[in-house]
């Protein structure tokens, strides 16, 4: 009993441990976040939205329910499009439309809107019907523009200077 009981508190031990560490190692706070949008470009298959700090983000629609968000830190995004989620490459765009409003842009397909807030550079995904909200960015995108957690990762390159994100609705 008593092991048992030196075995239960070992193991409240490990786990607060590894907690502190997990903690301690995503400290986001020091991370640079993403200029704000200055301009954008439209395309067939969605937009490419360029900001302040030079960093630039392309949405593209690709099926009603699917919007695809890639973004490059700091720098043009990278001729080459690979995606590690997706291993579909080749999509018949559906009908969308491209709306301003005062300090937004939105995206909206048949079953999807994608708000995109200029200033911060925000993103918000809504039920085109009910425009009730199915996801939405509290912070602006962030990255290891000081190289603070690159010795943190296993490819950095991978993760923070092709800043891809996909998400399906």
């Known amino acids: 009993m008593l092991l048992g009981h030196a075995m239960k508190k070992l193991f409240l031990v490990l786990i607060v441990f590894c907690f502190t560490l997990t903690v301690a190692g995503q400290d986001i ?28 983000v392309q949405v593209t629609v ?3 329910d699917l919007v695809r968000l890639r973004a490059s830190f700091g720098k043009p995004l990278p001729a080459r499009d690979h995606s590690w989620a997706i291993a579909k490459t080749d999509w018949t765009t559906p009908a969308w439309s491209l709306s301003e409003v005062p300090g937004s842009i939105i995206i909206t397909t048949d079953e999807v809107e994608v708000l995109i807030q200029r200033s911060p550079l925000l993103v918000t995904f809504r039920d085109a019907k009910t425009h009730v909200v199915i996801n939405a960015d509290e912070r602006p995108m962030v990255y290891d523009a000081k190289g603070v957690f690159k010795k943190m990762l296993f490819d950095p390159r991978s993760l923070l200077n092709r800043g891809r994100l996909y998400r399906r609705i």
């Open 62 to 64: 690709l099926a009603p």
């Open 29 to 56: 706070t020091k991370l640079e976040h993403i200029g704000p949008v200055v301009s954008f470009t439209k395309s067939e298959k969605g937009v490419a939205l360029r900001c302040a700090d030079d960093s630039e």
